[in-house]
């Protein structure tokens, strides 16, 4: 030190400047060291061969891998009741007895009509006998005569049908004609003809009209003509019956004024101004609907007789048919009916004898009594529900969308976890997918049934549990992190960092991936270094190389160049080079 000051007092310019060296270096290292500025962080992580797995979530409920609903054959009161909830049951243990009186009786009906048709089979097997003969010819004999009967009743029906016809007619046009006939005048045009006109004769045509009486002179004298109903002209004479046609004649008195000129006279047919066309249409209306009762009623006769006759017909046609059958030799259709009729009874009996047994309830396999919904004596139905039976061994009941149902065939693995059992994970492989989706607010989803690898005894049926059932898995496969493969337009890429630490993208062709990692199939090799994040956030220059450790975070971190350490709480180099 003292040499120090000795060589500073005898070179005090040399010292001087080195002084002003010294302190504005200092000032610049403090400047740079302690200024604000923005870098970019990268944190990356190297290209490793692994396995892949690729799972499907799903949660739904546990449920026992068999149950069954245990129903009387029919109903009855229970005289037996021997398990309660929870009880362990072996196959063929009895649960339940219904009372099996009704059961007695329906076995013995279904005796009976074995019984018959083994009588009549044997009947048809040995043929006819002489009183059963007479039977069955005396069947087709009343056939006959009941059809004689119903075509005699036929033909009186008809001629009956026929008279009525003629009759009805004859009745409507009588009142017909007295209808238009009704109140017949001839009315002059003006009231200057005083000169009256009676009409005479019955009106024997069919339509309603009028006849226009007029007048005219000639050479010989007065004429009147007939136009309307009738045309005709004629000489005029007063005091005459004049014929008007279709049986009518008009008659002109010899007092009163007469105007030939301009003149005529009409006569309405009918004369709808009468006191007597009211009385007289009524008439006609009621010969008129008389007719059609009368009609109606003889064309009934007509169809009941030949129903009758048709009934008849068939009923002498069946006769002969049973007559032809009963003399003739079994046919073998008939003996086949009758073996049938055999074995339907014997099946009649034998689900009888199953009713019988079925009220008779009975675990069908180990397991565990579930529910018991009656006790002793109460009133139970075949669609009682009397106990339900589980098996021991479970299984996970999920759905799945349709998208994700197409990945999964049965076999494959699965995880389960439990929203009541926090700590418990179990395996299992997929036993059954549904074939039948199901249409919800227009989503379609299957049920998927997964079988437990091991069972637990805290798992209850009924329990929330999620799964994830593996649909696809890769060994020694190189794989980097999926974030970091990205997508462009030219498909996928990663980015890696090149000699002054900025990213390129690299193309890059992917397998299967999951949520942590993605298959790079080609475009990397074993031990690339990927960035995985990208971290922006204001630094501190320093005047020093440091090389510490990130907690928690994978791979490399890099600011402004140098790469240090890898793995989980790598390494981070800060380096103060210029660019």
Do not use: C
Request: no cysteine; net charge neutral; hydrophobic share 35%.
């Amino acid at each position: 030190m003292q040499k120090f000051l000795f060589y500073v007092k005898d070179h005090k310019i040399i010292a001087a400047i080195g002084a002003i060296i010294l302190v504005g270096g200092g000032y610049f290292w403090h400047s740079k060291s302690h200024s604000n500025t923005t870098k970019a962080q990268y944190i990356t992580q190297a290209a490793e061969k692994t396995t892949i797995s690729v799972a499907v979530p799903a949660s739904g409920q546990v449920s026992a891998e068999s149950q069954i609903d245990l129903k009387p054959g029919s109903a009855g009161a229970l005289v037996q009741v021997s398990a309660k909830a929870g009880d362990e049951v072996k196959s063929g243990q009895v649960i339940a007895v219904v009372d099996q009186s009704s059961n007695n009786v329906v076995q013995a009906q279904a005796r009976a009509t074995l019984m018959k048709a083994q009588a009549d089979y044997d009947k048809l097997i040995a043929g006819l006998t002489g009183s059963d003969l007479t039977a069955v010819q005396k069947t087709v004999n009343d056939a006959q005569t009941l059809l004689d009967k119903a075509a005699t009743d036929l033909n009186k029906a008809q001629r009956d049908y026929n008279t009525a016809v003629s009759e009805q007619q004859q009745a409507v046009e009588r009142a017909n004609t007295k209808l238009l006939n009704s109140g017949l005048e001839a009315l002059p045009n003006n009231s200057l003809n005083t000169m009256t006109a009676t009409v005479s004769g019955t009106y024997t045509g069919s339509k309603e009209d009028s006849y226009i009486i007029s007048f005219y002179e000639t050479g010989n004298g007065t004429y009147y003509q007939v136009s309307g109903l009738s045309g005709h002209s004629n000489h005029f004479e007063m005091g005459l019956n004049l014929p008007v046609g279709n049986g009518l004649y008009v008659n002109f008195t010899s007092s009163g004024t007469f105007y030939e000129h301009a003149t005529f006279y009409t006569i309405d047919v009918p004369n709808k101004t009468s006191s007597d066309y009211q009385t007289n249409l009524n008439a006609y209306n009621d010969v008129l609907l008389e007719q059609k009762k009368a009609l109606q009623s003889a064309q009934d006769q007509i169809d009941s007789s030949n129903v009758a006759l048709k009934n008849a017909q068939d009923n002498l046609k069946n006769a002969q048919i049973a007559f032809d059958a009963k003399i003739a030799p079994p046919k073998t259709a008939d003996v086949t009916t009758a073996k049938a009729a055999i074995l339907s009874a014997q099946a009649q009996l034998e689900s009888t004898q199953n009713n019988y047994n079925n009220n008779i309830l009975k675990s069908p396999f180990d397991g565990i009594v579930a529910a018991i919904n009656n006790k002793k004596a109460d009133q139970v139905t075949s669609a009682t529900v009397v106990a339900t039976v589980i098996t021991k061994k479970q299984l996970a009941t999920v759905s799945l969308n349709e998208v994700d149902a197409a990945k999964v065939t049965v076999g494959q693995k699965a995880t389960l976890t439990f929203d009541a059992l926090e700590d418990l994970s179990l395996t299992g492989q997929a036993v059954e997918i549904g074939t039948l989706g199901a249409v919800t607010q227009g989503v379609v989803s299957y049920v998927v049934k997964i079988g437990f690898d091991t069972q637990d005894q805290r798992v209850k049926p009924g329990m929330s549990v999620s799964a994830n059932i593996i649909t696809q898995v890769k060994t020694d496969v190189l794989a980097v992190p999926s974030s970091a493969v990205k997508t462009n337009s030219g498909g996928k890429y990663v980015q890696m960092l090149d000699a002054l630490d900025q990213p390129q993208n690299k193309n890059v062709e992917v397998g299967i991936s999951n949520d942590s990692m993605t298959e790079i199939t080609s475009g990397l090799n074993l031990g690339d270094e990927v960035v995985t994040q990208t971290i922006t956030s204001p630094t501190q220059s320093t005047n020093r190389n440091t090389t510490t450790g990130i907690p928690g975070l994978g791979g490399n971190v890099r600011l402004n160049g140098g790469f240090g350490g890898g793995g989980v709480g790598g390494n981070r180099t800060f380096n103060n080079n210029a660019r």
